[in-house]
């Protein structure tokens, strides 16, 4: 970077990030499960590699890659992403966020996406406050939510999004993403060279019970108890199965 320097403040955010931040897929291709709406042809897979960016709803459990969509959706389509917690955004900070698209819109020509996490939590007044901005295209809505959304969201907001359902993770999908993340020296914890056993592997999947968030923090807690044993990262068994 050119000019001023990272403060420190920012590299210790940096060093921070936890693993399930890390090993985020960047692109559609890395991105794990959910082949039932991202599967070559489905109707969210073409939505991404058109740029064609439509308001929706995704639902599902935790860990199931609800953000992980709308920030590449954001990034495919060269979009601002705008996050938005449903609990703790009141009236202004929606304001502000439609302000803010709105200025990005006519110096940059770009759209935003205003991502809601926890959308079931929008109270009415909130809803209400960000419908126009919905409805006339200032904004693109994407809301996550662990809970029916036909029950939590008013019917001006649904009619104008899409649901897409999200689906807890297959063991194989979450086996998949821990050994990437052990094998991973840029983003994962390739460097450290843990070893772990492949049983222990299927046991931290079944822990996980379909979040790969679960998944990947108990994998970097047990990682970060490992002790080297022959020149061999190792983990012990009574630590392993304590995490």
């Given at each position: 970077?050119?000019?001023?320097?990272?403060?420190?403040?920012t590299?210790?955010?940096?060093?921070?990030?936890p693993?399930?931040?890390?090993m985020?897929?960047r692109?559609?291709a890395?991105?794990?499960?959910?082949?039932?709406?991202?599967?070559?042809?489905?109707?969210l897979?073409?939505?991404?590699?058109?740029?064609?960016?439509h308001?929706?709803?995704l639902?599902?459990?935790p860990?199931?890659?609800k953000?992980?969509?709308?920030?590449?959706?954001?990034?495919?389509?060269?979009?601002?992403?705008?996050?938005?917690?449903?609990?703790?955004?009141?009236?202004?900070?929606?304001?502000?966020?439609?302000?803010?698209a709105?200025?990005?819109?006519?110096?940059?020509?770009?759209?935003?996406i205003?991502?809601?996490?926890?959308?079931?939590?929008?109270?009415?007044?909130?809803?209400d406050?960000f419908?126009?901005?919905?409805?006339?295209?200032?904004?693109?809505?994407?809301?996550?939510?662990?809970?029916?959304?036909?029950?939590e969201?008013?019917?001006?907001?649904?009619?104008?999004?899409?649901?897409?359902?999200?689906k807890?993770?297959?063991?194989?999908?979450?086996?998949?993403?821990?050994?990437?993340?052990?094998a991973?020296?840029?983003?994962?914890?390739?460097?450290?060279?843990?070893?772990?056993?492949?049983?222990?592997?299927?046991?931290?999947?079944?822990?996980a019970?379909?979040?790969?968030?679960?998944?990947l923090?108990?994998?970097e807690?047990?990682?970060?108890?490992?002790?080297?044993?022959?020149?061999?990262?190792?983990i012990?068994?009574?630590?392993?199965?304590e995490?």
């Amino acid at each position: 970077h050119h000019g001023q320097a990272a403060s420190p403040m920012t590299l210790a955010a940096e060093a921070y990030r936890p693993l399930a931040d890390r090993m985020r897929p960047r692109t559609l291709a890395d991105f794990t499960g959910q082949a039932h709406i991202l599967g070559e042809g489905k109707p969210l897979r073409r939505a991404i590699e058109d740029g064609n960016l439509h308001s929706m709803v995704l639902w599902g459990p935790p860990g199931t890659g609800k953000t992980t969509l709308a920030k590449l959706l954001a990034e495919q389509t060269n979009a601002e992403f705008l996050p938005l917690s449903a609990v703790l955004a009141g009236v202004k900070d929606i304001r502000n966020a439609v302000a803010a698209a709105r200025q990005i819109r006519d110096t940059e020509a770009r759209l935003t996406i205003l991502f809601i996490d926890e959308v079931h939590r929008f109270n009415k007044a909130q809803q209400d406050a960000f419908l126009p901005y919905v409805e006339d295209g200032t904004v693109i809505f994407i809301g996550a939510t662990t809970e029916n959304p036909s029950f939590e969201l008013n019917r001006a907001l649904l009619s104008r999004a899409r649901t897409y359902v999200l689906k807890r993770l297959e063991p194989t999908a979450l086996r998949a993403i821990v050994d990437m993340a052990l094998a991973d020296a840029g983003n994962g914890l390739g460097e450290q060279n843990i070893e772990l056993p492949e049983d222990w592997r299927d046991r931290l999947v079944q822990a996980a019970d379909g979040d790969a968030r679960r998944a990947l923090n108990l994998l970097e807690i047990a990682a970060d108890l490992a002790e080297e044993t022959d020149g061999r990262q190792c983990i012990p068994e009574a630590v392993f199965n304590e995490v």
